[in-house]
T-cell receptor, first 114, second 112 residues
């Protein structure tokens, strides 16, 4: 049963600490997205990759956030330094963009920055 | 850029029908989707409709598409407590990831 796997599921950290979230996309999917979800803003696109190349990271605060795909089985989202306003659920999603464009989401990483 | 709009909240009584609405701006949309997010989980595809259709029915779900008005709706008949979730509208205009846009999600709240 192919699925997108995210770690950690929950992370509590103090302001100023570095946070790294990891995602294993579904094997064979060539597109990987990072989304952030908060109650106030809903679902926001942060960045996405196609064939491991970053295509759009305009939704990401670049002074503290960075997203990479070191290989086809791993995508990372790093926040350094973290701030309380970064508290949210971060989702990774992957897709192969066949005719239907369906995306498959991970279960999310809930981040709380104190 | 392209935009997908939906209300943040909808409250309905158990047993009634729920209608979740969505508007989009991209006239070249080829597929329109409804994703469901249950508490503590990621989004999962609930149903989708191709742009040359105006209606799709699947058990308690009915999707209506008005392409002229760029309006999509999801009707859930006989709403149950298990339908309580956030429902996301999304549209895809082809061309890979660039062509996919999500709305911010509608929280469906079920009253007993």
């Amino acid at each position: 049963d192919a699925r997108v796997t995210q770690t950690p599921r929950d992370k509590v950290t103090e302001m100023g600490q570095e946070v790294t979230m990891r995602c294993q996309p579904i094997l064979g999917h060539n597109t990987v997205f990072w989304y952030r979800q908060t109650m106030m803003q809903g679902l926001e696109l942060l960045a996405y990759f196609r064939n491991r190349a970053p295509l759009d990271d305009s939704g990401m605060p670049k002074d503290r956030f960075s997203a990479e795909m070191p290989d086809a089985t791993l995508a990372t989202l790093k926040i350094q330094p973290s701030e309380p306003r970064d508290s949210a659920v971060y989702f990774c999603a992957s897709g192969s963009f066949d005719a239907t464009g369906e995306l498959f989401f991970g279960e999310g990483s809930r981040l709380t920055v104190l | 850029g392209e935009d997908v709009e939906q209300s943040l909240f909808l409250s309905v009584r158990e047993g009634d029908s729920s209608v979740i609405n969505c508007t989009y701006t991209d006239s070249s949309s080829t597929y329109l989707y409804w994703y469901k997010q249950e508490p503590g989980a990621g989004l999962q595809l609930l149903t989708y409709i191709f742009s040359n259709m105006d209606m799709k029915q699947d058990q308690r779900l009915t999707v209506l598409l008005n392409k002229k008005d760029k309006h999509l709706s999801l009707r859930i008949a006989d709403t149950q407590t298990g339908d309580s979730a956030i429902y996301f509208c999304a549209e895809y205009s082809g061309g890979g990831a660039d062509g996919l846009t999500f709305g911010k999600g509608t929280h469906l709240i079920i009253q007993p």
